[in-house]
């Protein structure tokens, strides 16, 4: 796989990939934040589609900050991992985050996601509010 410069330029390659989903009004974007807003900030704006973000926690591999074993949301939503799960028994040295696919990786802050959502908020849609 590729290495993206940062995470705002993985989500214009991946809007490339969504393209037909331009100005469909059965789609939004959800992103988690906050280091996925910046990805789904520039999918949204190239599809042009609401912007929306996904709370959700995370459930950590003690030691291996940007690793997911699996997360959980409102609702009893679990989502687990199963190929992190099947290989628990590999030593540390063994996983890598998703930081090994950035450039530059550093953590999102809150600032960020708050004037990436205004600008989205902004942008006019092709869908109507309910």
Not at 47 to 56: F, G, K, M, R, T
Not at 88 to 93: E, W
């Amino acid at each position: 796989m590729q290495r993206f410069p940062d995470r705002r330029n993985a989500g214009r390659q991946l809007a490339g990939k969504l393209s037909k989903y331009t100005g469909r009004q059965d789609v939004i974007v959800l992103a988690l934040p906050r280091d996925g807003v910046p990805v789904a900030y520039e999918v949204a704006q190239a599809i042009q589609a609401p912007l929306d973000v996904l709370i959700v926690r995370k459930l950590g591999l003690p030691g291996e900050e940007e690793l997911a074993l699996g997360a959980i949301a409102l609702g009893g939503i679990r989502i687990l991992n199963q190929d992190i799960i099947d290989s628990l028994a590999m030593t540390p040295d063994d996983f890598e985050g998703a930081g090994r696919w950035y450039e530059d990786f550093a953590q999102t802050t809150d600032g960020e996601v708050r004037h990436l959502l205004e600008d989205a908020s902004r942008m006019p849609r092709l869908h109507k509010s309910e």
